[in-house]
């Protein structure tokens, strides 16, 4: 159990467009989810953590009108990359807290944006 | 700042040696300690957590590790490691400070094991 997908798990973009993340627990439901990214060889930078029904709480330094994220039913969440640049292109990796449960995060596979 | 820390960034051992990669956190109340493994070309598993009760963990694939309090300590063993374990290791920290569920992570260790 506590299976985390994410689609796409990869995706080429033109500068200047917007992309949407989406982040799905397929088995458990999740009252609370983080959206990071991972840089090559590099730990995890949270971006923001993701509470179903209210607004996004975002981590220092993260642009919350650029990155936007809407958890809007128990097992769904999603990032929207908006105006993408070349500097967005990331390695995006979101994880779930199973409703109920202890705090363990549970990780989805990671969407790869490229950015050209 | 609260802050996790890992010693060892790259670790190459030949198969059946003993592992030991360390973490240390810099927080002095209540802590959730977590271990996640990502393999080559895979997303983040949990290997093994600690909450509380015994400060000896056993997780999945043989890996344990021991909660030492006074060293603010969480470090992974493995006695005998195998090819498969060839993947990078991350140790997690959740500190316990309201409704706080974040976790502050440790820069990794990638781990490659000779056959």
């Known amino acids: 159990g506590a299976v985390v997908s994410q689609h796409p798990s990869w995706v080429i973009c033109k500068s200047g467009t917007s992309v949407k993340i989406e982040c799905r627990s397929l088995?458990?439901?999740?009252?609370?989810m983080f959206w990071y990214r991972q840089f090559p060889k590099q730990s995890l930078m949270l971006m923001a953590t993701?509470?179903?029904?209210?607004?996004?709480?975002?981590e220092q330094g993260v642009e919350k009108d650029k990155f936007l994220i809407n958890h809007a039913s128990l097992t769904l969440s999603t990032l929207t990359v908006t105006s993408a640049h070349p500097e967005d292109s990331s390695f995006y990796i979101c994880?779930?807290?199973?409703?109920?449960?202890?705090?363990?995060?549970?990780f989805g596979p990671g969407t790869r944006l490229l950015v050209l | 700042a609260q802050s996790v820390s890992q010693h060892n960034h790259h670790v190459i051992l030949s198969e059946a040696a003993s592992l030991e990669l360390g973490c240390n956190y810099s927080y002095g109340g209540t802590v959730n300690l977590f271990w996640y493994v990502q393999y080559p070309g895979q997303h983040l598993q949990l290997l093994l957590k600690?909450?509380?009760?015994d400060p000896l963990v056993k997780g999945i694939k043989g890996f344990e590790a021991e909660f030492i309090k006074s060293k603010f300590s969480f470090n992974l063993r493995k006695p005998s490691v195998q090819w498969s374990d060839t993947a990078e290791y991350f140790c997690?920290?959740?500190?316990?400070?309201?409704?706080?569920?974040?976790?502050?992570w440790g820069l990794g260790t990638s781990l490659a094991v000779n056959p």
């Open positions: 088995d458990f439901q999740a009252t609370t």
């Open positions: 997690a920290v959740n500190a316990e400070a309201g409704n706080n569920r974040k976790l502050i």
């Open positions: 994880s779930a807290i199973r409703q109920g449960a202890d705090m363990t995060q549970y």
């Open positions: 993701s509470n179903e029904g209210s607004k996004a709480t975002y």
């Open positions: 600690y909450f509380s009760g």
